[in-house]
């Protein structure tokens, strides 16, 4: 095994070496290649002047040119714009595969994540054979196959309150493309203070949101567009809150949000939106305030869009309102704690060790009768479950329902009232939830019936007794 | 269209799995100020869980939802309007 680690380890090594040698030699050529096209256009340097694109840029962008709200104007906007994309993700990916596409001079990435299996599905840009690259590299080597003439700048870092003013500062228009309430309200904060108009979209199993936030962008205290603290002031309780591995995600939903933030990206550059204040005086195109909207996507509702009206700026807003106690540097200091304002879930530990069993030693204990209770949702269940159990989601003990909390409704009747009820769950948390909520109903027959937890769930099954358990 | 002195409620994202439903419809006329109370009742631990980070929208507008009802501002939520119920979505 080790013999076979170490050749793996030599292989990985080896492959870096030549992706390096392989990236220098394409470098070489985009110099030489570079160096014939300045030479070209020496001959030709009258026609340079004459047009503000290369023959090149017109071919490639005609299609969006003629378009009259882009038109040659818009082009040289989107040209002369510096967009940065926080995560290079299912939203991330879309999103900059169409700005890059679009002709934007600038997009810098900002990501810490490698590419894994299960991005695959919806993070169009990386590919099967870019698993374990960082995403930054793996989605601008796929944006310069796109589209070789923007400037791309890649952050391989995630956004923080230290590193998050030197970024920010450097791009026109930001995208919040992360999957956390911390990252959310930061990103926020920082467009404010740094006086950026910033397109934030989320996704969810088959839900989509989008807002555009402090459109135009201006300085905290001014009458401008909301920012998120507006529209959110109170975070999600931090138990409450699913991510796409808990929760699941269909691609082309969080897709569909990465191309609408696309499509408000080159709306708001090509109509002059991020322009400097200077020349916006004088264009008079921005000083109409439109209400700001949030478009909620339901791929299975009846009704799968719809927009909601949201006011300006709320009274009062921590960041963004005339009474705002946010600065660069309470930022940057770390003196407001995102962490702790979305608060933070450590590892459920509700039950006593004596409540809780091995994996390992519940395999030895399944030819004595006994109640396996699997609380994950059905569509987990559907996808793999050990013989004999039963199925009780989690959410149906949230609601408290008596028969389902004292185990009427799924307790057998010739299960005898000392045989033992084992509760599992995909990684241990809900189990034990269920099993304190069990006990606390009299399931456990004043201590005659053994009620525990499978610890860690299928995850330590998958681990200790059963390999083939599929991972999902 | 809700039936004759009810009106809908929609729920997004985590207020739909929270409550098992994409909508359905409550009998009016019904206080702004009540209506998170009132769900909690019927979806015990909602208002905490869920109700209170939430955007809520009158008729495809945002509304603030008073802590109480005295400060004589209260909103009636009437038959047929439509009230939607939209949590903070953070995954992507």
Same mark, same amino acid.
């Given at each position: 095994?080790?013999?076979? =680690? ?112 299960? =991005?695959?599905?919806? &993070? ?89 936030? =402090? ?182 003990? &949230? ?74 | ?92």
């Amino acid at each position: 095994m080790e013999s076979a =680690n170490a050749s793996a380890e030599g292989l990985r090594k080896q492959i870096s070496e030549t992706e390096e040698s392989l990236r220098k030699l394409k470098a070489q050529l985009h110099q030489f290649e570079f160096q014939e096209k300045s030479d070209s256009a020496k001959t030709v340097s009258l026609d340079e002047h004459k047009w503000p694109l290369s023959a090149e840029e017109y071919k490639r962008y005609g299609r969006q040119m003629i378009v009259p709200s882009v038109g040659i104007q818009g082009q040289l906007r989107l040209k002369a714009a510096k967009v940065l994309i926080i995560g290079a993700g299912g939203l991330g990916c879309p999103a900059a595969a169409y700005i890059a596409g679009a002709g934007v001079g600038t997009l810098g990435i900002v990501d810490g994540d490698v590419v894994e299996t299960s =991005n695959l599905h919806r &993070q169009i840009l990386h590919g099967t054979e870019k698993i374990r690259w960082k995403k930054v590299d793996s989605m601008i080597a796929s944006l310069k196959s796109l589209n070789p003439n923007p400037a791309y700048v890649a952050h391989a870092e995630h956004i923080s309150p230290q590193n998050s003013e030197s970024i920010v500062k450097q791009y026109d228009l930001v995208l919040d493309c992360t999957d956390n309430p911390a990252s959310r309200y930061l990103i926020s904060d920082i467009c404010i203070l740094l006086q950026k108009t910033l397109i934030s979209a989320s996704a969810l199993r088959t839900d989509g949101q989008l807002i555009v936030l =402090n459109l135009p962008p201006l300085p905290a205290g001014a009458e401008g567009g909301p920012c998120y603290r507006c529209v959110f002031p109170k975070p999600p309780p931090a138990d409450t809150v699913v991510s796409c591995g808990d929760g699941g995600i269909i691609g082309p939903v969080v897709g569909v949000m990465g191309v609408m933030q696309a499509v408000e990206a080159i709306k708001i550059i090509t109509s002059g939106k991020i322009d400097s204040s200077a020349e916006v005086a004088g264009s008079g195109e921005n000083t109409k305030q439109e209400p700001t909207l949030m478009l909620l996507f339901s791929a299975n509702s009846s009704q799968p869009f719809r927009s909601v009206k949201l006011r300006s700026r709320r009274a009062g807003c921590f960041a963004c309102s005339k009474d705002s106690q946010l600065s660069l540097e309470s930022l940057t200091s770390g003196s407001v704690d995102y962490v702790l304002f979305c608060g933070f879930t450590s590892p459920t530990k509700i039950l006593q060790p004596e409540e809780r069993i091995e994996a390992s030693q519940y395999s030895k204990v399944r030819s004595k009768q006994h109640i396996l209770l699997d609380v994950r949702d059905k569509v987990q269940f559907d996808i793999c479950h050990l013989d004999g159990s039963i199925n009780v989601p989690f959410s149906n003990f &949230q609601g408290g329902k008596e028969d389902v909390v004292d185990g009427s409704s799924w307790i057998p009747d010739s299960l005898p009232n000392d045989a033992s009820v084992y509760v599992v769950c995909r990684l241990g948390n809900d189990s034990q939830v269920v099993t304190r909520k069990l006990k606390e109903a009299g399931l456990d027959a004043r201590g005659k019936r053994y009620i525990g937890d499978v610890k860690g769930g299928f995850k330590a099954w998958k681990e200790q007794v059963d390999q083939s358990w599929p991972e999902y | 269209m809700a039936p004759i002195g009810h009106f809908t409620v929609l729920y997004f994202a985590s207020a739909s799995s929270y409550t098992l439903k994409d909508s359905e419809f409550l009998p009016t006329p019904l206080p702004l100020s009540k209506l998170f109370d009132h769900l909690d009742q019927r979806y015990k631990g909602m208002k905490a869980k869920v109700l209170e980070s939430c955007l809520v929208t009158l008729n495809l507008e945002y509304v603030d939802v008073p802590e109480s009802a005295t400060d004589g501002q209260d909103l009636i939520i009437k038959e047929g309007d439509e009230v939607a119920i939209i949590p903070p979505v953070s995954s992507g």
